[in-house]
T-cell receptor, first 111, second 111 residues
């Protein structure tokens, strides 16, 4: 079955630690996205990539980094510079000019 | 910048009744709109979409209406069931895969 997979489902980060969230898709979609969702709020765009080896900052990129070395993969690193990282992180992918397919999300908590 | 918004943050309906969830958008250049359903702890799921050259589109128990004159989008759910309880997001495609999401409406179905 084609789809988009995020892992892990739950992740705990200590203060000052970098963590990486995985996002893999086998839908052959060119574009991939990372969103952050806080309780009771909508989706805020962190980073997006329209093509391999290229990505752009979204609205809230500070404290985050990404890479797009393969079409299938778009990992997100939450760095120690992100002071309030506790949130639900959603990855999505899309073909050009069509809607997004979302992953099931990763819930990140700072401990 | 321009953004997608929702008229109501919460909606409560009786099981079996019809539900109507509204969304206002402000970018007249948007050419593609999608409704998503998000259950607690999960990623958003595609429900139905509509392009700007249409004013109505029907799916199974769902209908999307687009009024470009007043920049208004609505989602109608017929015979609402307990499984329809979720947060519903509208999204507009600003240009070339740049999707913007509303904050969401929480639908609660009372038995």
């Amino acid at each position: 079955d084609g789809g988009i997979t995020q892992s892990p489902k739950y992740l705990f980060r200590k203060e000052g630690q970098n963590v990486t969230l995985s996002c893999e898709q086998n839908l052959n979609h060119d574009a991939m996205y990372w969103y952050r969702q806080d309780p009771g709020q909508g989706l805020r765009l962190i980073y997006y990539s329209q093509i391999v080896n290229d990505f752009q900052k979204g609205d809230i990129a500070e404290g985050y980094s990404v890479s797009r070395e393969k079409k299938e993969s778009f990992p997100l690193t939450v760095t120690s510079a992100q002071k309030n990282p506790t949130a639900f992180y959603l990855c999505a992918s899309s073909p050009t000019g069509a809607g997004y397919t979302f992953g099931s999300g990763t819930r990140l908590t700072v401990v | 910048g321009e953004s997608v918004g929702l008229h109501l943050p919460t909606l409560s309906v009786q099981e079996g009744d019809n539900s109507i969830i509204n969304c206002a958008y402000s970018n007249s250049a948007s050419d593609y709109f999608i409704w998503y359903k998000q259950e607690s702890g999960k990623g958003p799921q595609f429900i139905i979409d509509i392009r700007s050259n249409m004013d109505k589109r029907q799916g199974q128990r769902v209908t999307v209406l687009l009024n470009k004159t007043v920049k208004h989008l609505s989602l109608q759910i017929a015979a609402t069931q307990p499984g329809d309880s979720a947060v519903y997001f509208c999204a507009e495609n600003i240009h070339n895969n740049d999707m913007r999401f509303g904050a969401g409406t929480r639908l609660t179905v009372k038995p």
